[in-house]
């Protein structure tokens, strides 16, 4: 699939005046991550998450017709009940990039209710959750106004809308593991949407576990925007970039061999390479906070004297995931409420496993 293969021509709209579609889309956490994009929302390597099963936000999209024609986008947004100014510009521009895949979109007045399971401003990102549900919202109207697409390109095309919103968005649609970005080793890959892991998953990362320790819930140091652009110019910029391609080339025999211990270095490697990036640029960041690193250093000594599987990553903040085998879960989450909790904003966390993607409500 192309761009080109996305665009929709000829479709007729006059027959649908209103109706409403609600989608529960989950967030996700890379294992190996993009950090570096081209325009427009081009990774500059492929990168590889675990869907998450109980962080994602709902979103109800209701539409009706304009009563006087114009280009101009007609958008309300309510988030957690109340009318919310705040997002509105993030969803005009995400309106903007996607209205020549999704063209009806000048045609309606929308109201979109939009709500996260996960405490807002807990430092969790709902940009790939949020853009990915609403992605999935616009692409139920294209399916009302025609019918006959298939499974496959709805899917493929709201991964492609959402990494227009958000880039690990486009990893947000289905589960259990996504890969986005065009990698040699991962059949059908793309820069322009996302791939289910297309091999068989060793039982090992079956309902593999999640637990977010919220170190600080303070709004982004460095947004996402500011984030990427840090890699032009980084210069280990290319050596990162050929990095994480070989990780994926990893991780893929590693998620199907089962090979734990490997795990657990590509992946803590993958999250401090990240942080290393941001520490290496210029302007330069620290976005670990002191309770990051002391997490970490607990979580390498319970490893050691426990022989376990446990492991973290980071995403571009201070919050730690907790990453752990489903047959370790009773001792491991011990080990968190009675050593890391400590460590953690208010004693927040949120118990989080794999989850198997989006769906329609
Ligand atoms: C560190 O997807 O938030 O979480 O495309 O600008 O919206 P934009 O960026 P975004 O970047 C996510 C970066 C990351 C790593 C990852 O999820 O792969």
Request: glycine share 6%; aromatic share 10%.
């Given at each position: 699939m192309t761009e080109?293969?996305?665009?929709?021509?000829?479709?007729?709209?006059?027959?649908?005046?209103?109706?409403?579609?609600?989608?529960?889309?989950?967030?996700?956490?890379?294992?190996?991550?993009?950090?570096?994009?081209?325009?427009?929302?081009?990774?500059?390597?492929?990168?590889?998450?675990f869907t998450l099963q109980n962080c994602h936000t709902t979103t109800n999209l209701a539409y009706s017709k304009k009563e006087t024609s114009s280009k101009i986008f007609s958008v309300q947004v309510i988030f957690e009940g109340k009318i919310n100014e705040e997002f509105k510009p993030k969803i005009i521009k995400f309106f903007e990039r996607v209205a020549l895949y999704v063209p009806f979109i000048t045609e309606y007045?929308?109201?979109?209710?939009?709500?996260?399971?996960?405490?807002?401003?807990?430092?969790?990102?709902?940009?790939?959750s949020g853009m990915s549900a609403l992605a999935l919202c616009l692409m139920s109207i294209e399916k009302q106004l025609n019918p006959n697409i298939s499974e496959?390109?709805?899917?493929?095309?709201?991964?492609?809308?959402?990494?227009?919103?958000?880039?690990?968005?486009?990893?947000?649609?289905?589960?259990?593991?996504?890969?986005?970005?065009?990698?040699?080793?991962?059949p059908s890959s793309s820069n322009i949407y996302g791939v289910k892991f297309p091999f068989k998953i060793h039982n090992n990362f079956k309902n593999y576990h999640d637990t977010i320790l919220l170190v600080d819930k303070g709004e982004k140091q460095v947004s996402s925007t500011v984030g990427h652009n840090l890699m032009f110019n980084h210069p280990f910029a290319q050596q990162r970039f050929d990095q994480a391609n070989e990780n994926i080339t990893k991780i893929n025999q590693i998620l199907q061999n089962g090979d734990l211990k490997a795990f657990v270095n590509l992946v803590e490697s993958e999250a401090l390479t990240l942080h290393a990036m941001m520490m290496t640029s210029h302007p330069h960041f620290v976005l670990m906070k002191p309770n990051t690193l002391q997490i970490i250093e607990k979580i390498w000594d319970y490893r050691r004297k426990n022989n376990s599987n446990i492991c973290f990553t980071l995403d571009a903040g201070a919050n730690?995931?907790?990453?752990?085998?489903?047959?370790?879960?009773?001792k491991v989450n011990a080990f968190i409420t009675s050593k890391l909790l400590d460590f953690c904003q208010n004693n927040q966390y949120i118990c989080d496993s794999v989850g198997t993607g989006a769906r329609q409500l």
């Open positions: 080109q293969d996305f665009i929709l021509k000829n479709l007729d709209s006059s027959k649908l005046d209103k109706g409403s579609c609600t989608w529960q889309s989950p967030s996700n956490i890379a294992l190996v991550k993009y950090w570096g994009k081209s325009d427009p929302q081009i990774p500059k390597n492929a990168s590889i998450s007045d929308f109201v979109i209710k939009t709500d996260n399971s996960f405490p807002h401003s807990s430092g969790i990102a709902s940009s790939a496959e390109y709805f899917t493929q095309k709201a991964s492609f809308l959402a990494r227009l919103g958000s880039g690990s968005a486009a990893r947000s649609v289905e589960g259990e593991l996504v890969v986005w970005g065009e990698h040699k080793e991962i730690v995931h907790v990453l752990f085998p489903e047959r370790e879960k009773e």
